[in-house]
């Protein structure tokens, strides 16, 4: 039984770490198995009007219906994974929450990223639950507020197999970004489950 999430002290903001979430060697299988599972792609985003190739490898996943707009791009969803579909049932069975859709990442090695953002998409609802999952190497998610107070980037350092809650107004006030490391670090995946409103 892993222990009680710790909370992250980020002022009008809900974000709380489980660093045991799974034990090691389970980590391990469900690494190797959604390497496996998920439909991993280049997706692409769109800046000031060009489209240019994402810095991880993505995958969007959901119920029938739950298409998802981000970085001014639509994605229909792809079929629950079987494996995905037993995280899904663990995280509901442990919160009640029943998630119908995830954003998997995959960062092969520390030159994938992932760029200041919020999950605030209007189908997500004003305060989204957001349960994210991850798996392999460690990496640092910095959250900073997103009108500038002048305070410093928090850095949340997500272990193998950790849970990290997003809730409340998180979204609101905050952006989070994991950015490029020279530090020599291996493949990684990282599964936002969330709810996503019709
Ligand atoms: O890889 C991560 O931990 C962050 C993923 C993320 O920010 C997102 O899916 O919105």
Redesign the pocket.
């Known amino acids: 039984m892993s222990a009680d999430p710790q909370r992250i002290a980020l002022a009008d903001a809900d974000v709380r770490y489980q660093p045991d979430w799974l034990p090691e060697a389970a980590a391990d299988v469900l690494l190797r198995a959604l390497i496996d599972e998920i439909r991993w792609t280049q997706h692409h985003v769109r800046i000031f009007g060009r489209e240019l190739p994402s810095p991880r490898l993505s995958a969007w996943i959901g119920d029938p219906g739950a298409s998802y707009t981000y970085s001014r791009v639509r994605h229909e969803p792809l079929p629950w994974t079987p494996t995905l579909a037993v995280l899904r049932a663990r995280l509901r069975a442990e919160s009640g929450i029943d998630f119908n859709s995830v954003?998997a990442?995959r960062?092969r090695d520390g030159r994938d990223s992932?760029g200041w953002?919020a999950?605030d998409e209007p189908e997500l609802g004003a305060e989204p639950v957001i349960a994210?999952v991850?798996l392999g190497a460690t990496?640092q998610?910095r959250f900073r507020r997103r009108r500038g107070d002048g305070s410093a980037p928090v850095a949340v350092a997500?272990e193998h197999g950790s849970l990290l809650w997003m809730a409340g107004r998180t979204q609101q006030f905050y952006q989070?970004a994991?950015h490029k490391t020279r530090t020599e670090v291996g493949e990684r995946i990282?599964l936002?489950f969330r709810v996503l409103f019709a």
């Open positions: 954003l990442n960062y992932m953002h999950d994210s991850s990496r998610m997500l989070h994991i990282n936002t």
